[in-house]
C-alpha cells in the first residue's frame, strides 16, 4: 500500500497528514477517552474529572456564543473538513481523499482568513466553545504554515485569558513547531513509522504531563492507549526529530 495512502488511512476527527506522518490532534483521542471512562463502572479518573471541570468552567463564563450564523458557519466547515478526511457517511474514496485534500484544506484556509478579517478570532463567547474549536481544527490543518505561526501569539492570549479552548491551542502549536522542525511541547504529533506510531521529539519530557494537564489534554500515556485503540496500531517507544516543512 502506497505510503501516503497508507498516511491517510490513519486520519482520525482531527488529525492532519503528510507523506509517511500523521499528527493526531488529541480532540478526537480525548473524546475516546473520555467514552471508555463513561462506560466502566469505576470511578472518574482525576484528569478526566479536571478536564472536564475546566471545560464547564470555560462555558460557564464565556457562554454558548451570540453569533448563530457564524456558528452554524464554522460548524459546516468543520464537517466538510472531516468529510475531506473520510469521517462521513459518504465520505468520497481513499484515491479521492488523497486528491482532493490539498486542495479542501486550501479553501477552508481561505475562508477561515476571511472570518477573521472580517470578524476577529472566534471564540468561546462569540460562537461556543465547539464552533470555537472547529476555527482551530481548521487552523491545524491549514497548509499556510506561515499564517498558523503569525497567528500563535494572538492565540496564546486568547487561551491565556480563558477566551478560547487551551488544549485546541495545543494541537497548533505542536503542529507549528514539528513543521518548523522544532520540538513539540505537548506530544500530540506522531508518525507512521515501521508498523508502529512514534511521538517526535519533546521540549521537556519530565514535565510533559505537567503542560498537557495545563492545556486540558490527558495524561500522555492515556493519549498514547487512545491513539493505538483508534489506528490499530502499536506506540513505539522510539523518538523521531521533525524536519522542517516549505513555508507557502
Do not use: C
Amino acid at each position: 500500500m502506497p505510503m501516503r495512502l497508507t498516511a491517510l488511512l490513519l486520519l482520525a476527527a482531527s488529525a492532519s497528514f503528510a507523506p509517511s506522518s500523521f499528527a493526531q490532534s488529541g480532540a478526537h483521542a480525548l473524546s475516546a477517552a473520555t467514552n471508555a471512562s463513561n462506560s466502566e463502572p469505576a470511578a472518574q479518573p482525576a484528569w478526566k474529572a479536571a478536564i472536564e471541570a475546566r471545560r464547564k468552567q470555560l462555558i460557564s463564563s464565556n457562554g454558548y456564543g451570540t453569533d448563530s450564523p457564524l456558528r452554524d458557519q464554522l460548524m459546516k466547515m468543520r464537517a466538510t473538513d472531516q468529510a475531506a478526511r473520510g469521517f462521513a457517511a459518504a465520505s468520497a474514496s481513499k484515491k479521492e481523499m488523497v486528491q482532493n485534500l490539498p486542495v479542501t484544506d486550501a479553501q477552508l484556509t481561505a475562508e477561515l482568513k476571511q472570518i477573521v478579517s472580517e470578524k476577529g478570532w472566534p471564540t468561546i463567547a462569540m460562537v461556543g466553545i465547539d464552533a470555537s474549536n472547529a476555527a482551530m481544527l481548521i487552523l491545524t490543518h491549514t497548509p499556510d504554515h506561515a499564517w498558523q505561526q503569525q497567528m500563535l501569539p494572538q492565540l496564546t492570549q486568547l487561551a491565556d485569558a480563558d477566551k478560547i479552548d487551551p488544549s485546541s491551542l495545543a494541537l497548533v502549536v505542536d503542529k507549528s513547531l514539528v513543521s518548523a522542525g522544532k520540538l513539540q511541547r505537548y506530544g500530540s504529533q506522531f508518525k507512521y513509522i515501521n508498523g508502529a506510531m512514534a511521538m517526535y521529539g519533546v521540549e521537556d519530557p519530565g514535565g510533559l504531563d505537567r503542560k498537557r494537564a495545563r492545556a486540558l489534554l490527558p495524561p500522555i500515556d492515556v493519549y498514547k492507549e487512545q491513539l493505538s485503540q483508534i489506528y490499530h496500531l502499536p506506540a513505539s517507544k522510539a523518538i523521531v526529530s521533525a524536519t522542517p516543512q516549505p513555508q507557502n
